[in-house]
């Protein structure tokens, strides 16, 4: 029986410069699994395409002149969208990007890695894992591995050692090899968080954590 063909993975790019966003789209269109269904210039532009079309996941520049990526996280989520956002973007303060990770995107990438890179972020996010560029949130997320002084201490010894790898895009076996336990247990661990903080992506645990440890992030 011959095999179904992969399903393509449903591209929306929005970004205000014209050049950078049609020649990202050029590369990514060579891609065998990808399909760019739109360039948008504006938020509003972008809006209208997720509303009408099938999307996968949008590619969000932070900076959009006049706007910024918050404002289409937050106008996106009213009108439904449930999807994937990478933002990709050439520079982001931490407190911007904890506050994107609290509305839900998947991660974050900083324009000066190849497109190639690029690429691959899309396939980890679409399989469910987080893309963080770690010299940005390092200082957000660091404390993370640390207890905090609240007595309502919400995650385990192990799940905050899990939860460490998730922040930082790792697989559950490279998870396992850090922490010298085995792969089922990562597994299970991860499924103790999700039960905990009631969620069922990475990226809304990512969400959730960061939300829990607030004060450490300020």
Not at 3 to 16: F, H, K, S, T
Not at 52 to 76: H, K, P, T, W, Y
Not at 193 to 201: N, P
Request: proline share 2%; glycine share 6%.
């Amino acid at each position: 029986m011959p095999e179904e063909p992969a399903r393509m993975i449903r591209i929306v790019l929005l970004d205000d410069h014209a050049l950078f966003r049609e020649s990202v789209a050029r590369l990514l269109s060579a891609e065998p699994d990808f399909e760019v269904v739109a360039t948008c210039g504006s938020v509003k532009e972008a809006l209208a395409i997720i509303k009408q079309e099938r999307i996968d996941i949008v590619l969000l520049d932070f900076d959009l002149g006049q706007n910024d990526g918050s404002q289409f996280m937050r106008s996106a989520r009213e009108q439904g969208y449930t999807a994937k956002v990478l933002v990709v973007t050439a520079g982001i303060e931490k407190d911007e990007a904890a506050d994107l990770i609290r509305s839900g995107v998947s991660g974050v990438f900083t324009k000066n890695n190849s497109a190639a890179l690029l690429a691959e972020g899309i396939r980890d996010v679409m399989a469910g894992k987080v893309w963080f560029e770690q010299e940005l949130l390092q200082e957000a997320i660091g404390r993370v591995h640390s207890r905090s002084e609240n007595p309502a201490l919400l995650f385990t010894e192990r799940e905050r050692l899990v939860l460490s790898g998730v922040f930082e895009g790792l697989a559950n076996k490279e998870i396992a090899e850090r922490i010298s336990v085995s792969e089922s247990s990562v597994k299970a661990t991860l499924q103790q968080l999700f039960s905990k903080t009631g969620v069922r992506t990475r990226s809304q645990l990512v969400r959730v954590a960061l939300e829990q440890h607030k004060n450490e992030i300020q």
